[in-house]
């Protein structure tokens, strides 16, 4: 991908577009000094191909069975049969790459592109014992709570065909819901592990941001960005995060001290005592479900007969947290994700390049290929980046503290915090020809709890809550920085009260 001649054409293209109002002698002088400056750009890619390796040789192909459009590509790797998930299949969301076999980021704009290096978290699974048993769809550019939005397809949720998963790791929840594979890897930007997790009745679990390397994963928002481990038990939720959480040195949004408890063995350690706030600004949204307020507080009730002490609180700043967030996402991944082609500068973790060029020259080919959700981001954030440039992001950044302490102050009385993961049911999947209200609608609706905790960076996990009118339900349990292990102690102690969680009437892989 050598770096193009600087032609007067192309030079005069860069001078229009910043302004310069430069004469055509004026550029001509300029020619000869950007050809020499660019032989710098020439040195750096070959110094750049001395430290690249090999892509491994990987079998992989497409799905022959493939009932609820959840596998992208199937495959079957492993390093090793020892370790703690020895024997255990994974799915990895089509977001995060697994090195010799296809990502397409649920996108055309990223079709046909094969990685030729593993994700931090897919090295430490294999590492770990797990066989990758394939790429699991994911929606367009994951930028969709539902599950309708992929270029292969929708994602039919196992419950239910004709209603969504959830999205955007869609098809990592259908699959471990179905029982197609034990353990999935999914991102989460706005809700997009617990959001699935809710509407399928599995665990979904967002970590701490930091906690968990995103080096590999195709970028949305680098304040935002996590991956978490999607499973049917909570000990598989704490099994997966001890194995792929903790410091890689190739993401700085992670603490250079960072200590990784093994989250299985925390999960014996007595929940009585403990203290939930069950936070009202959770419930009764306009959009909110009876039922599925009613299943959360019920499963509130369990927590205290297990002997937790459970007592409603108020957080008013839980209102603007998805408002805080539109400002971030929809300006930040236009930046970042479109116009900084995923990745983006001044980052200073580790970069894909061969991504950045495939993606960056796909999208300017054909911008038209661009899912509606992010047309909408990028004409509303197009439009305040032109006029105001980013001063609205900014102005939500400088937010989020305050945001966030409106929690920490909650969580300085309480050790988690519980409200429903997302207040409605999962929804039915639109027609190919909706018009574009419900399209947007649909990919939406679903994210008024969810999104602030990306904002803020807390851990949040979902587990089911019950069912209503046969759909599952979430409960979502949040915790302090790093305490993860409080959370999952908690889930824990819910899902043995309950005997467990209920599994799709016809599990179908």
């Not at 390796?53 to 009932?67: D, F, G, I, L, V």
């Not at 679990?205 to 996590?226: C, R, S």
Request: hydrophobic letters at 40%; glycine letters at 10%; aromatic letters at 6%.
């Amino acid at each position: 991908m050598s770096v193009h001649p600087a032609e007067p054409a192309a030079l005069a293209r860069v001078a229009a577009r910043y302004g310069l109002r430069l004469s055509r002698a004026e550029l001509a002088s300029f020619e000869p000094l950007v050809k020499d400056m660019l032989s710098s750009w020439d040195l750096v890619e070959e110094l750049h191909a001395e430290t690249g390796e090999p892509a491994p040789q990987r079998t992989w192909a497409r799905p022959e069975h493939n009932p609820l459009g959840a596998w992208y590509v199937t495959c079957e790797v492993n390093e090793t049969d020892t370790g703690p998930l020895a024997g255990r299949t994974v799915a990895v969301k089509d977001n995060v790459a697994v090195a010799g076999v296809p990502m397409m980021n649920g996108s055309a704009l990223v079709d046909g592109f094969i990685p030729d290096r593993d994700a931090t978290v897919v090295s430490r699974l294999l590492a770990a014992g797990a066989t990758v048993a394939g790429k699991a769809v994911c929606e367009d550019l994951c930028f969709s709570g539902a599950s309708h939005t992929a270029a292969t397809g929708p994602v039919r949720n196992p419950w239910d065909t004709e209603r969504t998963t959830g999205g955007s790791s869609s098809g990592s929840a259908a699959l471990v819901a179905s029982g197609a594979v034990d353990l999935a890897i999914g991102g989460d930007q706005g809700g997009s592990v617990r959001l699935p997790a809710a509407f399928t009745g599995i665990v979904g679990h967002k970590p701490t941001h930091g906690l968990v390397p995103y080096t590999g994963a195709f970028p949305i928002e680098q304040t935002l960005d996590h991956l978490g481990p999607m499973t049917r038990t909570v000990t598989d939720a704490a099994r997966v995060l001890t194995v792929v959480a903790g410091a890689d040195r190739q993401d700085p949004r992670q603490p250079a001290e960072l200590r990784v408890p093994n989250f299985v063995e925390e999960l014996d350690r007595s929940v009585v005592g403990l203290r939930v706030g069950v936070v009202r600004e959770g419930f009764g949204h306009p959009e909110s479900v009876a039922g599925v307020d009613d299943a959360v507080r019920t499963a509130v009730d369990t927590l205290r007969a297990e002997g937790l002490v459970c007592t409603d609180i108020s957080i008013p700043w839980h209102l603007h947290g998805k408002k805080i967030w539109d400002v971030i996402a929809v300006e930040g991944g236009a930046a970042q994700m479109v116009d900084g082609n995923a990745y983006g500068m001044n980052w200073q973790g580790r970069y894909d390049p061969r991504l950045i060029e495939y993606y960056g020259t796909r999208w300017r080919q054909n911008g038209a290929l661009f899912p509606d959700t992010v047309k909408l981001v990028l004409l509303a954030g197009g439009h305040t980046i032109e006029r105001h440039h980013g001063t609205h992001y900014a102005m939500a950044r400088n937010l989020v503290p305050r945001l966030r302490g409106a929690y920490d102050a909650a969580l300085t009385h309480c050790d988690v915090l519980v409200m429903p993961t997302t207040p409605i049911l999962a929804s039915r999947i639109p027609d190919p020809d909706a018009p574009l209200d419900e399209y947007m609608a649909r990919a939406l609706e679903m994210m008024a709890n969810t999104a602030t905790f990306d904002v803020t960076g807390h851990p949040a996990a979902s587990v089911p809550a019950g069912t209503v009118d046969g759909l599952p339900t979430g409960m979502m349990i949040v915790g302090r920085h790093f305490d993860d292990a409080s959370v999952l102690r908690v889930a824990r102690a819910f899902e043995r009260a309950v005997g467990g969680f209920p599994v799709p009437p016809r599990a179908a892989s």
